[in-house]
Structure formats: structure tokens, C-alpha cells
Nanobody
Framework: VQLVESGGDSVQAGGSLRLSCVAS??????MAWFRQAPGKEREGVGA???????RYADFMKDQFTISRDNAKNTLYLQMNSLKAEDTAMYYC??????????????????????WSQGTQVTVS
């Protein structure tokens, strides 16, 4: 399975971006977005089950929206009202399982089998 991201860019504060992640090969089910800012640990943005039910980190809710198009094997992250602190490398991840881990366990990096190469988002 390969995950290929696109959509990273440099934007001004208040702007929007949409990241995409295409999964090739067999189709994983649970997918997630993570990000890593310089000098910080990688953190979960949100995850989405195979049926489209999503969950988010508390500080992401209402600003970011995760969605998927299973027919296109594509995961999306719509990011609105971007702030300088959203600057980071963004990664998509996938695991072979229909449902993502429950509770806060979806944030556990070790729970994912596949990772993208990352795409840079810079907000100034």
C-alpha cells in the first residue's frame, strides 16, 4: 500500500487548504491525518473510519474537516481559518481495519501500518 499526498502549500493566515491522500494497492479502511511542526512530536489531527465516521483532536474540531471518497481511494483534509501555528508537515496514515481505534487511541502512531511521505503546509 502506498499513500501519496498532495495539496501542501504556503498560505496567508486566515486562508484555506485542502490536502488529499490517495491510497494505492489494497484499500485500507481506517485512515488518519497527523502533523509535525519543527521541534515537536507528531500529533494526531483526526481519523476516519471506513464508513466515514470521523473523530478529531479537540483543538482541531470546527477548523479542520476530514472526509473520504472510497470510490477514489482518497482521503481529504479541509483546513480553514489557518493560523501560523498550523505550520507543519502533514502526513496521512492508514491501517488495515475498518474502524479506527476507539477513544483517544486513534492518536497512537504505532497503530498505523502505512504512512505517506508528508506534505508541507506553511502559514504566514
Amino acid at each position: 500500500v502506498q499513500l501519496v499526498e498532495s495539496g501542501g502549500d504556503s498560505v496567508q493566515a486566515g486562508g484555506s487548504l485542502r490536502l488529499s491522500c490517495v491510497a494505492s494497492g489494497s484499500t485500507p479502511r481506517c485512515m488518519a491525518w497527523f502533523r509535525q511542526a519543527p521541534g515537536k512530536e507528531r500529533e494526531g489531527v483526526g481519523a476516519i473510519d471506513g464508513d466515514g465516521r470521523s473523530r478529531y483532536a479537540d483543538f482541531m474540531k470546527d477548523q479542520f474537516t476530514i472526509s473520504r471518497d472510497n470510490a477514489k481511494n482518497t482521503l481529504y483534509l479541509q483546513m480553514n481559518s489557518l493560523k501560523a501555528e498550523d505550520t507543519a508537515m502533514y502526513y496521512c496514515a492508514a491501517r488495515v481495519g475498518f474502524y479506527c481505534p476507539t477513544g483517544s487511541r486513534w492518536r497512537d502512531l504505532s497503530g498505523y501500518d502505512y504512512w505517506s511521505q508528508g506534505t508541507q503546509v506553511t502559514v504566514s
